[in-house]
């Protein structure tokens, strides 16, 4: 079966970064593009940054210049590098396989001021 697995997170001060990875076995990763997405509490989950196969990377607005995302296809991972992360960014944060309903299982990270 299709799983997808993260891993990384966690607490951090403010300005620190953190590195998301995301496992994925069960499909052929390489023919699929990947996003992240967030959810912080109370609140509905929002798009974080997604990497189409073949396209442009796109960002949302406020971790543009802070996040980067990338994948190795021959570890079949996808990787949400976060640098000067800020309290605002505490969620829990999912990562998903474009154009399916695969995502993980989700990560917490935690900043704080």
């Known amino acids: 079966q299709v799983q997808l697995v993260q891993s990384g997170g966690g607490l951090v001060q403010a300005g620190g970064s953190l590195r998301l990875s995301c496992a994925v076995s069960?499909?052929?990763?390489?023919?699929?593009?990947i996003g992240w997405s967030r959810q912080a509490p109370g609140n509905q989950r929002e798009f974080v940054a997604r990497m189409p196969n073949g396209g442009n990377t796109v960002y949302k607005a406020s971790v543009q210049g802070r996040f980067a995302i990338s994948r190795d296809d021959a570890k079949n991972t996808g990787y949400l590098q976060m640098n000067n992360l800020q309290p605002e960014d505490t969620a829990v944060y999912y990562c998903y396989l474009l154009g399916t309903t695969y995502w993980g299982q989700g990560t917490q990270v935690t900043v704080s001021s």
């Open positions: 069960g499909i052929t990763f390489r023919n699929y593009g």
